[in-house]
């Protein structure tokens, strides 16, 4: 789709790498030129991803660490900078998800959502700024349709993600002066991923696909040609925006997450 080495001599941290649709975006660029280090809190699914990425011919890192332990977030980000001589793009990806009605929802369960999509996200790129304040940068947060609406069973993840759609904004106008754009990208229900095992059982699964304009779920490769894109110079003039990819389903009043 794109013409190869969109992202050549360049380098990306990208939390919640290991897996899903992070893990699209880890490859996708490491494809087109990029050094790319994964973060994640689970170290097993590091490796497996770190190799898959060497193995396009570009430099990797994997880099256990939580998001919601800002120290360790930092101590990942000044790692990866320090491998690769410097640091031009930061996706934020790391996400917690389960399905509870808001009635049988504990303040613990609450927070710790919170804590790992938003603060997790506001701990990279206080961790990044300094790095991509060098040469300019882009930061790249994965959000969600499921707030654009009401969402049974996810007011936490609700929650969280429109509070990392308003950081999007609010920095893309803070940090637009050091050079650095600030874009989001809000996914619908993607395939494969761990997302979609959760809240799409097999009795939703077809009616969500019947609910869809484009009459299809997601695939990672959606996501990853998006990030591709915003992350490019193709986009150079794009800051602050929120990208929906759901096929449309955001827009119809069948949506169910």
Known sequence: MFTRDLLAGRAAFVTGG?????????????AHGCDVAIASRRPEHL???????????????????????????QAAVERAAATFGRLDILVNGAAGNFVCRAEALSPNGFGTVVDIDLKGTFNACRAALPHLKIR??????????????????QLHVSAAKAGVDALTRNLAVEWGAFGIRVNGIAPGAIDGTEGVRRL???????????????????????IANVALFLCCDAAAYINGATLVVDGGQWLTNRALG
């Not at 300019?136 to 069973?153: D, E, M, R």
């Not at 799409?200 to 959606?222: C, F, M, T, Y």
């Open 18 to 30: 290991g897996t899903g649709i992070c893990r699209g975006i880890a490859l996708a660029f490491a």
């Open 136 to 153: 300019g940068g882009v930061i790249l947060n994965i959000s969600a349709t499921l707030h654009y609406g009401g969402t049974v069973a």
């Open 47 to 73: 490796e497996p991803t770190a190799r898959e990425v060497e193995a396009l011919g570009v430099r990797a890192l994997a880099a256990a660490a939580d998001v919601r332990d800002a120290a360790a977030v």
């Open 200 to 222: 799409l059982p097999d009795e939703l699964r077809q009616k969500s696909i019947d609910a869809n304009p484009l009459g299809r779920l997601g695939l990672v490769d959606d």
